[in-house]
């Protein structure tokens, strides 16, 4: 072995320092990594049958509440379809939506309107599914509801993932809504849906009620409350804010007391014997069972619940959805927390 | 309501009374108001200035007290001192009126942000000129581009993208292809001659996506503007006004409003104004004609009445910048305005943004992470223009790396190294010839370090 000092007499080649500027990656870390290429992996696909069957117990429950549902209105029409008897037990369509853990019955209402919007109108049409407790970030659409079909399960559903627009395409071409109902779902989508938001995440309702529910059933550590909880209201904030630049509570509450006395008027003055299975039913349900399963001093801020109790419409057509349609049951967050008059 | 009624709008533009929709739909209705009941008086003012309105936007209706925000709540407080016109409205048409109401603004005002903001020719072609004329110069900087980013997110849902940029040939792309957003004057379109394989290769794909992306979008903006032509069409029927045989309602004037600027504005590229006399020819002519009846020549509204907002002054400009440059670094300005007709016990009992918003901590963030940015390129500026060899120096005496250049670590690794290459040659030797002596030498490197050399023999 040649000395060292030997070595550069060897080196004939002039010794230049390279030209860099200031942006290049210092050359022992760039041979590193030369030495480890990165490797990209292929997309996954989508889980599909990620999703886990409720157990036994679970299962005949949510058949029974099928059966006695569908037996109530085959009563009521005087025949009807049948209740699909060669189906398999497990074949059930699944239904990502914000629920409490073990709210895994269809019957269980959520505590976020747009997805019991599309529970009620589920049930009411007759679909089965049973309910996956879900947030946000785990449905890649970042939206919830989603439903995840079953193959065996029947019912209308082809592809394996439908998000909540696709619902709404579908009930849109199942539907019966004409040009008026097309104009009141405005009103539910408009006025009721910033009233709601400025009630749950503006008022001290948020800490009473939604942060429970939303919030106090993914973590428990104290920190990841706090961040999430003011990400969430910040996020509501801006949601309101895409209305107009500045939130103004007494048109948001002039506004929805406005909407929901329309509403009022156009289901009291319709006829009797129309069935309540339209999806502008269901989203109304949606908000009013919300409003009014809760006791009065349940609420932090009982402004809307208040307003929506005053209209004997309203009550009206959530009793009837809820005795004849969608026999529907408080969240388990409020009632676990007695908030409800069980 | 008492002492002279004023009702504040955005300015005249686009060859209408105002530039927003609901500004026009509260001229027009307050014009057919005074129509029907004479002893009902007011002015009418452009002004600029949102910071007295309640929701941060005009058009916003004040008396000497109180100030109204809103198309809707201006009708309720005007019908609660007996001024309206739609008293000649059954109990099923009232009941029915505020869905109407919420109908048009909720999806007129899509296909608005859609057609004169969204839209990148039709919103720096007229729009902003249109905002250039009715506002202050510190104005123009805030006011349209808020206004315009609004609409976007309103409207990003939907999907749409190629309204933004629409000429396949001025559009520029990055390296890799992706569009790198409005067209500028330094790529207009490349001649196969002049660009490279690859840059050919990025437009054509480019070009692919746009108009695949096209396509989807010219089929998503007909059915938006089905949805909100055929109802009303349906509803406007063979009568002269949307819900009354005879007379206006609140309805048609929101509804003029709305479709004024969609089938009047005189923008570069009138999709809408096209949909609308191609396929709804009965709306057309409704709103042609109430529109000529309230703004034409014989119309109902006088236009002297309009006067504008004084101008401001320097110092108020002045004052206007600075806090709009302050809003940026900490959020003060009131986002939710409180109900004043409630009796509320704590001050607090809404959230709006409160003072010290999550702006300081992520002010805090950026500055650490542009601290950290700074000092990162200082120091390699530093190590270049110095030159010394150290532990970034190319090291051209042996051709590979040394161990020992990377600290205690590496020197450990190089120990080790040697280690394993001291038993290697012993054992060589040992083959050789059937013995090895190991001989430790103290050698002087060049750098003047003191390192130690094993001879095996």
Same mark, same amino acid.
């Not at chain 1, 059933?217 to 910040?234: D, K, W």
């Not at chain 2, 703004?295 to 108020?316: C, L, N, R, V, W």
């Given at each position: 072995?040649?000395?060292?000092?030997?070595?550069?007499?060897?080196?004939?080649?002039?010794?230049?320092?390279?030209?860099?500027?200031?942006?290049?990656?210092?050359?022992?870390?760039?041979?590193?990594?030369?030495?480890?290429?990165?490797?990209?992996?292929?997309?996954?696909?989508?889980?599909?049958?990620?999703?886990?069957?409720?157990?036994?117990?679970?299962?005949?429950?949510?058949?029974?509440?099928?059966?006695?549902?569908?037996?109530?209105?085959?009563?009521?029409?005087?025949?009807?379809?049948?209740?699909?008897?060669?189906?398999?037990?497990?074949?059930?369509?699944?239904?990502?939506?914000?629920?409490?853990?073990?709210?895994?019955?269809?019957?269980?209402?959520?505590?976020?309107?747009?997805?019991?919007?599309?529970?009620?109108?589920?049930?009411?049409?007759?679909?089965?599914?049973?309910?996956?407790?879900?947030?946000?970030?785990?449905?890649?659409?970042?939206?919830?509801?989603?439903?995840?079909?079953?193959?065996?399960?029947?019912?209308?559903?082809?592809?394996?993932?439908?998000?909540?627009?696709?619902?709404?395409?579908?009930?849109?071409?199942?539907?019966?809504?004409?040009?008026?109902?097309?104009?009141?779902?405005?009103?539910?989508?408009?006025?009721?849906?910033?009233?709601?938001?400025?009630?749950?995440?503006?008022?001290?309702?948020?800490?009473?009620?939604?942060?429970?529910?939303?919030?106090?059933?993914?973590?428990?550590?104290?920190?990841?409350?706090?961040?999430?909880?003011?990400?969430?209201?910040?996020?509501?904030?801006?949601?309101?804010?895409?209305?107009?630049?500045?939130?103004?509570?007494?048109?948001?509450?002039?506004?929805?007391?406005?909407?929901?006395?329309?509403?009022?008027?156009?289901?009291?003055?319709?006829?009797?014997?129309?069935?309540?299975?339209?999806?502008?039913?269901?989203?109304?349900?949606?908000?009013?069972?919300?409003?009014?399963?809760?006791?009065?001093?349940?609420?932090?801020?009982?402004?809307?619940?208040?307003?929506?109790?005053?209209?004997?419409?309203?009550?009206?057509?959530?009793?009837?959805?809820?005795?004849?349609?969608?026999?529907?049951?408080?969240?388990?967050?409020?009632?676990?927390?007695?908030?409800?008059?069980? | 309501?008492?002492?002279?009624?004023?009702?504040?709008?955005?300015?005249?533009?686009?060859?209408?009374?105002?530039?927003?929709?609901?500004?026009?739909?509260?001229?027009?209705?307050?014009?057919?108001?005074?129509?029907?009941?004479?002893?009902?008086?007011?002015?009418?003012?452009?002004?600029?200035?949102?910071?007295?309105?309640?929701?941060?936007?005009?058009?916003?209706?004040?008396?000497?007290?109180?100030?109204?925000?809103?198309?809707?709540?201006?009708?309720?407080?005007?019908?609660?001192?007996?001024?309206?016109?739609?008293?000649?409205?059954?109990?099923?048409?009232?009941?029915?009126?505020?869905?109407?109401?919420?109908?048009?603004?909720?999806?007129?005002?899509?296909?608005?942000?859609?057609?004169?903001?969204?839209?990148?020719?039709?919103?720096?072609?007229?729009?902003?000129?249109?905002?250039?004329?009715?506002?202050?110069?510190?104005?123009?900087?805030?006011?349209?581009?808020?206004?315009?980013?609004?609409?976007?997110?309103?409207?990003?849902?939907?999907?749409?993208?190629?309204?933004?940029?629409?000429?396949?040939?001025?559009?520029?792309?990055?390296?890799?292809?992706?569009?790198?957003?409005?067209?500028?004057?330094?790529?207009?379109?490349?001649?196969?001659?002049?660009?490279?394989?690859?840059?050919?290769?990025?437009?054509?794909?480019?070009?692919?996506?746009?108009?695949?992306?096209?396509?989807?979008?010219?089929?998503?903006?007909?059915?938006?503007?089905?949805?909100?032509?055929?109802?009303?069409?349906?509803?406007?029927?063979?009568?002269?006004?949307?819900?009354?045989?005879?007379?206006?309602?609140?309805?048609?004037? $929101?509804?003029?409003?709305?479709? /004024?600027?969609?089938? =009047? @504005?005189?923008?570069? +590229?009138?999709?809408?104004? %096209? #949909?609308?006399?191609?396929?709804?020819?009965?709306?057309?002519?409704?709103?042609?004609?109430?529109?000529?009846?309230?703004?034409?020549?014989?119309?109902?509204?006088?236009?002297?009445?309009?006067?504008?907002?004084?101008?401001?002054?320097?110092?108020?400009?002045?004052?206007?910048?600075?806090?709009?440059?302050?809003?940026?670094?900490?959020?003060?300005?009131?986002?939710?305005?409180?109900?004043?007709?409630?009796?509320?016990?704590?001050?607090?009992?809404?959230?709006?943004?409160?003072?010290?918003?999550?702006?300081?901590?992520?002010?805090?963030?950026?500055?650490?992470?542009?601290?950290?940015?700074?000092?990162?390129?200082?120091?390699?500026?530093?190590?270049?223009?110095?030159?010394?060899?150290?532990?970034?120096?190319?090291?051209?005496?042996?051709?590979?790396?040394? $161990?020992?250049?990377?600290?205690? /670590?590496?020197?450990? =690794? @190089?120990?080790?190294? +040697?280690?394993?290459?001291? %038993? #290697?040659?012993?054992?060589?030797?040992?083959?050789?010839?059937?013995?090895?002596?190991?001989?430790?030498?103290?050698?002087?490197?060049?750098?003047?370090?003191?390192?130690?050399?094993?001879?095996?023999?």
């Amino acid at each position: 072995m040649s000395k060292p000092s030997q070595a550069t007499s060897d080196d004939t080649s002039p010794r230049t320092k390279p030209t860099r500027s200031i942006l290049s990656i210092p050359p022992s870390l760039k041979r590193l990594f030369d030495e480890f290429p990165l490797v990209t992996y292929a997309a996954n696909e989508l889980p599909a049958r990620s999703v886990s069957v409720p157990n036994k117990r679970d299962r005949a429950d949510i058949h029974a509440f099928y059966d006695a549902h569908l037996s109530r209105r085959r009563s009521s029409e005087g025949g009807g379809r049948g209740g699909g008897k060669g189906q398999r037990d497990d074949a059930l369509h699944a239904f990502f939506s914000w629920a409490g853990e073990g709210d895994v019955s269809p019957n269980v209402a959520s505590f976020n309107p747009g997805c019991l919007r599309w529970q009620a109108y589920l049930v009411s049409q007759g679909i089965k599914f049973h309910v996956v407790p879900s947030n946000n970030h785990a449905s890649f659409p970042h939206s919830l509801p989603l439903v995840a079909s079953h193959p065996h399960a029947g019912g209308p559903f082809a592809q394996p993932i439908i998000t909540s627009e696709g619902l709404g395409k579908w009930a849109k071409k199942s539907g019966e809504m004409g040009m008026k109902e097309d104009a009141f779902m405005a009103l539910v989508d408009g006025p009721v849906r910033r009233a709601w938001l400025f009630s749950m995440y503006m008022t001290p309702n948020f800490e009473k009620l939604t942060v429970p529910c939303y919030i106090d059933a993914h973590t428990s550590s104290p920190i990841i409350r706090l961040f999430s909880a003011r990400e969430l209201r910040q996020a509501a904030q801006a949601e309101l804010l895409k209305y107009k630049p500045v939130i103004d509570e007494r048109a948001i509450y002039s506004d929805a007391e406005d909407a929901f006395q329309a509403l009022d008027s156009y289901f009291s003055r319709r006829e009797e014997g129309t069935k309540p299975t339209t999806l502008l039913d269901a989203a109304v349900f949606a908000y009013t069972y919300l409003l009014l399963e809760l006791a009065e001093d349940g609420w932090a801020d009982r402004r809307l619940a208040d307003m929506v109790r005053g209209l004997e419409g309203l009550r009206a057509h959530k009793e009837e959805i809820r005795k004849g349609y969608f026999r529907a049951r408080p969240p388990g967050v409020w009632r676990r927390s007695k908030m409800v008059d069980v | 309501m008492e002492g002279p009624i004023a009702l504040r709008v955005w300015g005249k533009g686009l060859g209408l009374p105002s530039v927003d929709a609901e500004c026009i739909a509260a001229i027009t209705y307050l014009a057919h108001t005074s129509e029907s009941n004479p002893d009902f008086t007011y002015t009418i003012i452009s002004d600029y200035d949102t910071d007295s309105s309640p929701n941060g936007d005009f058009p916003v209706l004040s008396d000497t007290f109180k100030k109204t925000a809103g198309y809707g709540s201006i009708i309720k407080e005007l019908e609660n001192v007996g001024f309206g016109i739609n008293n000649s409205l059954s109990a099923e048409q009232q009941s029915e009126l505020p869905a109407w109401t919420s109908f048009i603004q909720q999806r007129g005002q899509e296909l608005l942000d859609l057609y004169l903001y969204a839209s990148y020719y039709n919103y720096w072609d007229q729009m902003s000129p249109a905002f250039t004329k009715i506002l202050p110069w510190y104005y123009n900087y805030i006011i349209p581009p808020a206004r315009r980013a609004a609409a976007i997110a309103r409207t990003k849902y939907l999907g749409i993208r190629s309204l933004d940029i629409d000429n396949l040939d001025d559009v520029p792309t990055d390296k890799d292809g992706r569009i790198s957003g409005k067209p500028s004057a330094t790529t207009t379109s490349l001649s196969p001659a002049q660009s490279t394989p690859q840059q050919v290769l990025d437009q054509q794909r480019m070009q692919k996506w746009l108009r695949v992306q096209k396509h989807s979008d010219t089929f998503q903006l007909y059915q938006l503007s089905e949805a909100f032509f055929r109802p009303l069409n349906d509803l406007l029927g063979e009568k002269k006004y949307l819900l009354n045989e005879d007379e206006p309602t609140s309805l048609d004037c $929101l509804a003029i409003g709305y479709l /004024a600027p969609m089938l =009047l @504005a005189p923008v570069t +590229q009138p999709w809408l104004a %096209d #949909a609308l006399k191609q396929r709804f020819p009965k709306l057309q002519k409704y709103t042609a004609r109430f529109h000529g009846q309230t703004f034409g020549h014989q119309g109902i509204f006088s236009k002297d009445i309009m006067e504008s907002a004084p101008s401001p002054s320097t110092y108020e400009g002045i004052k206007f910048m600075s806090q709009s440059i302050s809003g940026w670094v900490v959020s003060w300005k009131n986002t939710v305005t409180p109900d004043p007709t409630i009796n509320r016990t704590s001050p607090s009992h809404f959230y709006s943004t409160p003072f010290l918003s999550s702006a300081p901590i992520q002010a805090i963030a950026l500055s650490a992470t542009v601290i950290a940015g700074l000092a990162f390129a200082a120091s390699k500026y530093i190590l270049v223009q110095s030159g010394d060899d150290n532990v970034f120096t190319h090291d051209k005496r042996k051709g590979t790396v040394r $161990l020992t250049d990377m600290g205690e /670590a590496g020197a450990a =690794l @190089a120990a080790f190294g +040697q280690r394993r290459e001291i %038993d #290697a040659g012993v054992e060589r030797e040992r083959q050789r010839t059937g013995r090895a002596t190991v001989v430790e030498v103290d050698v002087e490197g060049e750098n003047g370090d003191i390192g130690r050399q094993v001879l095996v023999s």
